[in-house]
């Protein structure tokens, strides 16, 4: 009884062995899976990380449109952003202005 019972004992260990050694197996895979593993997580982080940025630097050149097109709204027109926007766009110069031209 008491050989059976040894023998139970190694049994049970030697199983858990290898049940132990099959999960360690099965983790090991989901480490580098390419699909689902650990590297891909962090290729993923990274690529959301640089999509912030992306984002952030968009709402930043919405924000200015936005400010812009508000300024030369016919309700709330801001006079001396037209009057930039036309010197820039056209070259105006008022009457009482010189001009200085400068060639490189």
């Not at 360690?24 to 650990?38: A, N």
């Not at 709330?76 to 060639?103: F, M, P, S, V």
Request: a positive charge.
């Amino acid at each position: 009884m008491n050989k059976s019972l040894a023998l139970k004992n190694k049994l049970y260990l030697f199983l858990s062995l290898v049940f132990v050694f099959l999960i360690f197996l099965y983790l090991i895979y989901f480490l580098i899976d390419p699909k689902k593993g650990v590297i891909s997580y962090y290729k993923l982080k990274n690529k959301q990380f640089i999509y912030k940025t992306q984002l952030n630097e968009l709402k930043t050149k919405n924000d200015l449109f936005i400010d812009r097109t508000a300024r030369l709204q016919p309700n709330t027109i801001d006079l001396d952003y037209l009057e930039e926007q036309l010197r820039l766009k056209t070259g105006y110069i008022a009457e009482n202005e010189i001009l200085i031209a400068i060639e490189e």
